[in-house]
C-alpha cells in the first residue's frame, strides 16, 4: 500500500470505485473515462509503479491480470467478438496513473495498431 496511490486507494477502498471481480491479490474496476463500451482496470493489489518495475516474483501475478481478463472478457460476451488487453509505460506509452494496470476494452471494434 503507497499512501499517495490512487490505485492502491482503490484497491483499499478508501475512494469509491465500480468494482467489478476482486479477491485477494487483485482487484478490478471500471474506468472513469470509458474508451469503450467495456473498459475496466485490472490491478494487483500489490503497488507496483510501472512494467519496469516488475520482478521475476511478480511474474505469476501478473500472469494472474491476464487471467483476470479473460474471465471478465467471457463475463461481458466479449470472447468470441474478441476484446483488446493494454498496459501502458510511463510517458511515451500513456501511463498516467503509476500503479499498472491492464486495461480490458471491448464491445466496439477496435482500431488496427500499425
Ligand atoms: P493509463 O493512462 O494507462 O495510466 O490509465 C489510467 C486510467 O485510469 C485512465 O483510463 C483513467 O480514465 C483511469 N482512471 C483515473 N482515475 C480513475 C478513477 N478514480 N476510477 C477509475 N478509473 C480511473
Ligand atoms: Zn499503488
Excluded: W
Aim: net charge negative; with cysteine.
Amino acid at each position: 500500500m503507497n499512501a499517495d496511490c490512487l490505485f492502491c486507494k482503490i484497491a483499499n477502498h478508501d475512494i469509491p470505485s465500480d468494482i467489478v471481480y476482486e479477491d485477494e491479490r487483485v482487484v478490478a474496476f471500471n474506468d472513469i473515462n470509458p474508451q469503450a463500451p467495456v473498459h475496466s482496470l485490472i490491478i494487483p493489489r500489490k503497488h507496483i509503479s510501472t512494467i519496469n518495475d516488475i520482478e521475476t516474483a511478480d511474474e505469476s501475478l501478473v500472469g494472474y491480470l491476464v487471467s483476470v481478463a479473460k474471465k471478465l472478457a467471457e463475463k461481458n460476451d466479449l470472447s468470441e467478438p474478441g476484446y483488446r488487453i493494454v498496459m501502458n509505460c510511463n510517458q511515451q506509452g500513456g501511463q498516467t496513473v503509476f500503479h499498472i494496470h491492464l486495461h480490458l476494452l471491448g464491445g466496439r471494434q477496435l482500431a488496427h495498431l500499425g
